[in-house]
């Protein structure tokens, strides 16, 4: 299929997912986690592992509970552990062209904030094969 | 990944006719206007759409 004169862009939204993913996905230290910052992923990671959270009432503690999936909701960890968790993210725009640009041999493939995540290309079957990797990438890191 | 809240938009373009995007075999719907970090976007890329959310009443 020829580029064609305009921009095709699907906005994915992640956190949702990411909440659902179960924290015993979450690799504890030592264990390998697959990407580049596995040693500072662990040790952030780890007091994930032993929380105690509650229920709310009118502000009062209610009933404990001990939640297997997700992030903690309200820590400042939270976000940090999400870019941490999806560093790796790009690898899905590889080999791929994006939208190109005013400038020449320069293209933008992703725009990537927080859990927002925008795929930018001039071709149709090119952005496919970015939803296809991003499938792939989500089922490899438990955010399906 | 949450289908319900990804959207595909393309701008400049006049077609009614656009591909369809598929993630894991769910279509993903298309979108005139679309929000990022809280700016409102629309397909031909000009803010007037912005502008009137932020206008006040």
Redesign the interface.
Same mark, same amino acid.
């Given at each position: 299929m020829q580029p064609?004169?305009?921009?095709? &862009? $699907?906005? &994915?939204?992640?956190l $949702? #997912?990411f909440m659902t993913s179960s924290r015993h996905t979450i690799p504890y230290p030592g264990t390998n986690c697959g990407n580049t910052c596995a040693a500072a992923t662990s040790i952030t990671l780890h007091p994930l592992r032993h929380t105690d959270e509650y229920t709310l009432l009118d502000g009062d503690k209610q009933v404990s509970v001990q939640p297997e999936f997700g992030v903690k909701q309200g820590c400042p960890l939270s976000p940090l552990l999400f870019s941490i968790y999806l560093n790796d993210v790009d690898n899905v725009t590889e080999g791929v062209q994006g939208a190109r640009k005013g400038i020449p041999n320069f293209t933008v493939p992703e725009?990537l904030?927080a859990d927002?995540l #925008?795929l930018l290309s001039n071709a149709?079957n090119q952005?496919?094969t970015m939803?296809t990797k991003?499938?792939a990438y989500?089922h490899r890191k438990s955010?399906? | 990944m949450n289908t319900q809240k990804s959207e595909v938009m393309c701008f400049n373009s006049r077609s009614d006719d656009l591909p369809t995007l598929y993630y894991d075999g769910t279509p993903l719907s298309y979108t005139n206007e679309f929000k990022h970090l809280g700016m409102l976007y629309d397909k031909s890329i000009n803010l007037n759409s912005n502008a009137l959310q932020l206008m006040p009443c």
């Amino acid at each position: 299929m020829q580029p064609r004169n305009y921009i095709q &862009v $699907p906005h &994915v939204c992640t956190l $949702p #997912s990411f909440m659902t993913s179960s924290r015993h996905t979450i690799p504890y230290p030592g264990t390998n986690c697959g990407n580049t910052c596995a040693a500072a992923t662990s040790i952030t990671l780890h007091p994930l592992r032993h929380t105690d959270e509650y229920t709310l009432l009118d502000g009062d503690k209610q009933v404990s509970v001990q939640p297997e999936f997700g992030v903690k909701q309200g820590c400042p960890l939270s976000p940090l552990l999400f870019s941490i968790y999806l560093n790796d993210v790009d690898n899905v725009t590889e080999g791929v062209q994006g939208a190109r640009k005013g400038i020449p041999n320069f293209t933008v493939p992703e725009l990537l904030f927080a859990d927002d995540l #925008s795929l930018l290309s001039n071709a149709h079957n090119q952005l496919q094969t970015m939803l296809t990797k991003l499938r792939a990438y989500a089922h490899r890191k438990s955010l399906t | 990944m949450n289908t319900q809240k990804s959207e595909v938009m393309c701008f400049n373009s006049r077609s009614d006719d656009l591909p369809t995007l598929y993630y894991d075999g769910t279509p993903l719907s298309y979108t005139n206007e679309f929000k990022h970090l809280g700016m409102l976007y629309d397909k031909s890329i000009n803010l007037n759409s912005n502008a009137l959310q932020l206008m006040p009443c």
